[in-house]
């Protein structure tokens, strides 16, 4: 892979030797399943051929060395004293939170590291890049020091990463799609049995990715208010019982509480009972290379989101709605947490690259913002 060549080209450059080892990881579009992997739900996605690779050398000191690729800065943390950084330094954290949790998990790193990265993958989108790198940093680590690391593992030590020490109190949504996923592949994860299977779409189905370049909150805020909501939600339909999560319960189940609930935690219990469902109907229609079912399934998602959840915002209701009226589109939905980030759209093969940047110049007219689209291979 040619980004891997530059990569450790650009290492020697930096550290006058060639990585010992590199790793490379996909971003992951969402594909199906809006906010419900925390809630023990079913959720779908997709690795997307959009990469972060890392490269690691051994040093003969307890420091780890990272250089940023753009503008060469090196920061140096103590492997035996890690601590989280000032967010400027988040490139970092995310790297330094996957070293904390492997040696908590009882691994041995014996020494320091050099590290470069190297990416394609836009960063605040919704694709993921936290995932990728996390699950980059476990891969190269493994091989570097000889752990004994599985994929489940690996997925698991990443998302305590981001949770603990990033403090982001994410599902296992993106870690379990960028480590089980291969390009067009769907990866379903049934995140109460923590059990991942994939399988291949397809080839006339078209997956497209319109990231609307808006961030429109503090994501880790909001996203912990909808989780709180669901986790409400659930301790008061558990009753005095043992706290069960949101998959345990049916749409009768809620009504019957209804009057318990807030407004808030009944529209996101409501949305994860309904998504639940949806994803179910999802993969048979995957089964059944049923692309029109498939596609409303989408769009209903997108609609739940945007009225239960709250979490779509005019750029992503703008390009919902413009895909969801071509002809060539099968569905369209926010993909990931919401508040901004990126569109998937699920098209047939006639949909074209030139229709795409028809929409996106129309974006640009609209909202004075450039967009970034493109096809998932
Ligand atoms: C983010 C989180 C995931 C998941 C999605 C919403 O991407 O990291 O765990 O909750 O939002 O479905």
Redesign the pocket.
């Known amino acids: 892979m040619e980004t891997i060549e530059t990569l450790k080209n650009n290492f020697c450059e930096i550290y006058n030797q060639f990585p010992e080892v590199t790793a490379s990881t996909s971003g992951r579009v ?1 594909f199906l ?6 809630n023990g739900g079913i ?1 779908l996605g997709v690795a997307i051929d959009k990469h972060i690779a890392v490269a690691l050398s051994k040093r003969s000191d307890m420091q780890m060395c990272f250089t940023h690729p753009n503008t060469k800065e090196k920061v140096y943390v103590d492997l035996d004293n890690i601590f989280k950084l000032n967010p400027k330094y988040n490139w970092v954290n995310y790297c330094i939170g996957v070293v904390k949790f492997i040696q908590k998990a009882g691994y041995k790193i014996p020494c320091g590291f050099d590290y470069l990265d190297i990416s394609d993958l836009p960063t605040g989108a ?1 694709l ?1 890049s936290s995932a990728a790198i996390e699950l980059s940093m476990c891969k190269a680590l493994k091989e570097l020091f000889n752990l004994d690391m599985d994929t489940l593992k690996m997925v698991k030590i990443s998302k305590q990463a981001e949770n603990e020490f990033m403090g ?1 109190p ?5 870690q379990g799609v960028c480590g089980f996923g291969e390009n067009n592949d769907v990866v379903t994860i049934d995140c109460l049995k923590e059990s991942f299977s994939s399988k291949t779409l397809p080839s006339g189905w078209k997956l497209w990715v319109f990231n609307t370049c808006v961030k429109h909150s503090l994501v880790a805020g909001d ?1 912990a208010r909808l989780r709180d909501n669901s986790m409400n939600a659930s301790k008061i339909l558990s009753g005095s019982g043992e706290v069960k999560l949101l998959r345990h319960f049916s749409l009768d189940d809620l009504n019957q509480s209804k009057e318990l609930l807030s407004q808030g935690e009944y529209d996101c219990a409501k949305h994860s009972i309904d998504e639940l469902q949806r994803v179910i109907k999802a993969k048979n229609c995957i089964e059944e290379e049923n692309a029109v079912e498939l596609g409303k399934l989408l769009s209903q998602s997108h609609a739940s989101s945007r009225d239960l959840l709250r979490n779509s915002c005019i750029e992503l209701d703008y390009f919902v709605e413009k895909l969801t009226a071509l002809e060539n589109v099968y569905g369209a939905r926010l993909s ?2 919401g508040f901004g980030g990126s569109v998937l759209a699920m098209t047939n093969a006639n949909f074209t690259e030139k229709d795409a940047l028809h929409l996106a110049q129309e974006y640009e007219i609209q909202f004075g913002i450039k967009p970034q689209v493109f096809r998932v291979n």
Request: net charge negative; hydrophobic share 25%.
């Open positions: 969402e399943g809006n906010h419900i992997d925390y959720v919704g993921s982001m994410c599902g296992i949504l993106d996203y990931g947490g």
